[in-house]
């Protein structure tokens, strides 16, 4: 154990109180806030910024600067008490705490441009710091080191254990987990409480150095990261005993204070903490211990004008899945671009990411089944613009890192998603296993781009839109074989549908995507034996849908419009172009046909499927015979 100078431990004491106080004035300016948790980190918070960190405050997203990821969000204003005190605002502005249009939000999101990752939805912060951490190590091949704060509460979540295990599967000794033991949740006491063996015994478990410290002695915290930084081969788990309410005379480590400003109680105890501080100086915490500076070298990253290598080539009528030509366009782009990645779930001989990991076996990311620690990786790699990121599962299982993704949305970030075997014509593997909801979810997060290519040329120009675009994109991706049907040099744009067929007798439009588009070409071949003839729109993004496509053609069919999707009903292509008609054109009158999967699929071949559900050609023939 190093001793460290007086004087400096006097000072970063100082400067946690401070910190504390800055927390209760803004909670208490705010009238809400979670100043006891952030009492409980204060400490932690002064060594970390006046004492080991190596950062910028003039460019808080320098790729070369150490990161720190709060994942208990909630303490959100400790963090912005830290930064103010290192000169990045004012601290008056920390009174502006929560209020409307101020950055200064209830939890921490990249408005802030020292904040990287929204956080506040429990569980997540350390699946992005072990994203930012591998892309530290194995991408930029640079010295700094990723730190992530997590709560003794949201410990309980599955998701921080799948990022234990990753994280030590891929040996990330630049990252270093904090384990704020306060010992008290929200309602009751947490599950361990402050049984310091059993978090040490979990950590270690998972094949982490682990380290128990006194998170209010100061000296035990900058002993325990030094310690960290020597450590090799293996991340970091500090697991710090501390307590809610720290140095809060009648609230400390009392049960009935979370999230609560103190109220009648804020002058006594700004008083008592006020009178904690040895040094009553106005100075700024990096006016008394100067912020180190990066060492890291970390190389530029293009981003832009990401480009297949090489334009589709395929033949009209070949058969080919889309999901394979997913693999084809992510390999292409990576081929272009030295900073596309892939990421996937143990599903990429399925989704055919395996065609990435062949051509770059360096820039793939095996994540495992843990989908919800693959989105969150997805999302830490992709921080700081280091990389253009692609992950892939079984659209089916994107459900379950949801909350991942929709915070991703709110974090900025620029991932992107694919999903295969969707629908009930994926065939005899069961409903488990069928996406039918994917569309609606992933519909449903802010600034989404939505795509959903219905043959191999669509889906590389999908892969390669994708990779040029602002947010959350996801590609839908389909496991049957289907035919190609554009040209090799067609034109793909977002928001822009193709009408795949069309004649000046059309009777209605059917507007689809994916493998019910073909059912569609199929149901128009049996229609025009019967001397009627359809229009047929593919979609291509379901969002943003082009609504104008579909308005004008539809008017010039009689206003008979049928929607068919292997999909359900909520959320789907039907409720999409419904709205969007309802939207655009209130005055105009319909006669609308919506084909879906009504009810929970079984297993069987594919075709057979999809006549049991009514999404197959003679479904639209019907459908079209109803008008």
Known sequence: MTS???????????????????S?????????????????????????????????????????NDRLILSKGHAAPVLYAAWAEAGAFPVSELKNLRKLDNPLEGHPTPKLNFIDVATGSLGQGLSCAAGMAYAG?????????????????????GSIWEAFAFASHYKLDNLVNIIDVNRLGQSEATMYQHDMDSYQKKAEAFGWHAIVVDGH???????????????KGKPCCIIAKTYKGKYFPEIEDHQSWHGKPLGKNTDQVVEAIRKMIKNQTTKLGHELLPIKAPTAVVQPANLTNVRLASAPNYKLGDQVATRLAYGTGLTK??????????????????????????????????????????????????????????????????????????????SQTNANFSGSHVGCSIGEDGASQMALEDLAMFRSVAGSTVFYPSDAVSTERAVELAANTKGICYIRTSRPNTPVIYENNEVFEIGKAKVVLKS?????TIVSGGVTLHEAVKAANLLKQQGKSVR???????????????LENVKQTGNRIVTVEDHYAEGG???????????????????????????????????????????????????????
């Open 137 to 157: 190590k194995y991408f930029d091949k640079a010295d700094y080191r990723v730190y992530c704060i997590c709560g003794d509460g949201e410990s309980a979540e």
């Open 333 to 410: 782009i990576g081929q272009a671009n030295p900073h596309v990645v892939a990421l996937d779930g143990d599903v990429k001989n399925s989704t055919y990411s395996i065609k990435f990991k062949e051509a770059f076996p360096d820039r793939f990311v095996e994540c495992f089944i843990a989908e919800q620690n693959l989105a969150g990786v997805t999302i830490g790699v992709a921080c700081r613009n280091r990389t253009v990121a692609f992950a892939s599962t079984f659209a089916a299982f994107w459900t379950r890192a949801f909350d991942q993704i929709r915070m991703g949305a709110i």
């Open 573 to 627: 292509i039907g409720e999409t172009v419904a709205a969007a008609l309802l939207t655009n054109a209130p005055s105009e009158s319909f006669n609308f046909t919506r084909l879906f999967v009504k009810s929970i699929p079984i297993s069987g071949q594919p075709q057979e499927l999809l006549e049991r559900f009514e999404i197959d050609s003679n479904a639209i023939v019907k459908a079209v015979q109803s008008f």
């Open 536 to 550: 047929i729109i593919d979609l291509f993004t379901v969002k943003p849908v082009d609504w104008k496509t579909i």
């Open 504 to 508: 000046d007798s059309d009777y209605a």
């Open 24 to 64: 209760i004035d803004a909670t208490s300016a705010s009238n809400s806030g979670h100043p006891s948790s952030c009492s409980s980190i204060a400490e932690i918070m002064s060594v970390l910024f006046f004492n080991h960190m190596k950062y910028t405050v003039q460019e808080p997203r320098h790729p070369a």
């Open 4 to 22: 460290v100078n007086p004087q400096t431990l006097e000072a970063l004491s100082d400067i946690a109180h401070r910190l504390r106080i800055h």
């Open 217 to 231: 002695n100061i000296e035990q915290v900058i002993n325990a990261l030094n310690t960290a930084s020597q450590v």
